[in-house]
């Protein structure tokens, strides 16, 4: 049997997009997705957190979502969702683990799930071209929903929380106290189309990648092959 490989939702999205490069992608998965040189602020996770809390805080005093989930349509109830230990599945015809934490899960009686995903970010063109990596990231949530009993999923979609950082005198009044201020965000909502037939080729490519004895040619015009070349050029100038 080949060697087990885990890789998240959110990492097999990536190869959804245009500009998808397997060299990158081959040293990414090498390194175990722990790249030099990477730092991730924490804060997006910090407000994903407080978007869920919440979502959770206005229907346990409302009964219902916030309305501007309404453009979804009839949603249900918001229902806790697994840790990413849990919330995996093995696809035992590459012996890959599919993992991630989809940010919200929604149930219906009689629709069944619905799995929302935040973004904090204002809906631009450079989001619109990360829809592809979403639009998987999504779609591997609903597979592992319905592998690990969840239920059927019925609908998906992103829901952007832009931040509104323009404001006047008015706004100053109820936005800023002695010691703090407040940002409001303004939701933007974008359904994905549901079609989880999409995940296998991706896990089977994956495996095609990983299994490659050599690092594969990077595609044309890659960026970040062209930083790495000049790294690799640079080191071996100051060795030699």
Not at 130 to 155: D, F, H, T
Not at 174 to 188: Q, V, Y
Request: charged share 20%.
């Amino acid at each position: 049997m080949k060697q087990q490989i885990q890789i998240s939702a959110k990492n097999l999205g990536a190869l959804a997009l245009p500009d998808f490069c397997p060299k990158c992608f081959w040293i990414r998965m090498k390194c175990r997705d722990r790249l030099p040189f990477f730092n991730f602020p924490g804060i997006f996770s910090s407000i994903d957190s407080y978007s869920k809390k919440i979502t959770a805080a206005h229907f346990h005093l409302h009964g219902r979502s916030p309305r501007w989930f309404d453009g979804f349509g009839e949603l249900g109830v918001p229902i806790a969702v697994p840790g990413w230990r849990k919330f995996q599945l093995i696809d035992h015809a590459t012996n890959i683990i599919l993992s991630g934490v989809p940010d919200e899960i929604l149930y219906h009686a009689e629709r069944g799930l619905w799995i929302v995903d935040y973004k904090t970010a204002r809906y631009t063109g450079n989001q619109d071209a990360l829809a592809p990596m979403y639009e998987i990231q999504l779609n591997c949530y609903a597979l592992i929903a319905a592998e690990i009993g969840l239920g059927s999923v019925c609908g998906l979609g992103l829901l952007y929380y832009e931040p509104i950082t323009e404001i006047n005198a008015a706004d100053s009044a109820s936005l800023i106290e002695d010691n703090s201020f407040f940002l409001e965000f303004s939701p933007k909502l974008k359904s994905v189309k549901l079609d989880t037939s999409r995940i296998p080729p991706l896990l089977q490519q994956v495996r095609n990648i990983c299994d490659a004895q050599e690092c594969p040619t990077g595609k044309l015009g890659c960026t970040d092959c062209t930083k790495l070349e000049l790294l690799a050029s640079t080191v071996s100038r100051s060795n030699s």
